[in-house]
Nanobody, 123 residues
Framework: QVQLAESGGGLVQAGGSLRLSCAAS????????MGWFRQAPGKEREFVAG???????NYADSVKGRFTISRDNALNTVYLQMNSLEPEDTAVYYC?????????????????WGQGSRVTVSS
């Protein structure tokens, strides 16, 4: 079992930055690929970024060049640095863990989820 807890969300003006953190406890963190997803009001959940345990990264086109995912296996934590935020980035952000070393963009293929952290970007 893996428990995930997000932090770092909040209210920010357009053009600003936030860093989300996701702390994991339980099984061996380094054995999991990690992903960030988001769900905006009235919309379906969507993939944002993912990172394998060996450091391979994948991003949604909408965030490429603005968001950076990273992980610290010693601290059992994955991060999402979000720069140049836009009102369209407003959503609840979730981190998720998937056994293995392959990043996938389908939420249903992840095994564990956090409770979410709300990000609001004002215009």
């Amino acid at each position: 079992q893996v428990q995930l807890a997000e932090s770092g969300g909040g209210l920010v003006q357009a053009g600003g930055s936030l860093r989300l953190s996701c702390a994991a406890s339980g099984r061996t963190f380094s054995a999991y690929a990690m992903g960030w997803f988001r769900q905006a009001p009235g919309k379906e959940r969507e993939f944002v970024a993912g990172i394998s345990w060996s450091g391979g990264r994948n991003y949604a086109d909408s965030v490429k060049g603005r968001f950076t995912i990273s992980r610290d296996n010693a601290l059992n934590t994955v991060y999402l640095q979000m720069n140049s935020l836009e009102p369209e980035d407003t959503a609840v952000y979730y981190c998720a863990a998937r056994r293995g070393n392959v990043v996938v963009t389908t939420g249903g293929m992840y095994d564990y989820w956090g409770q979410g952290s709300r990000v609001t970007v004002s215009s």
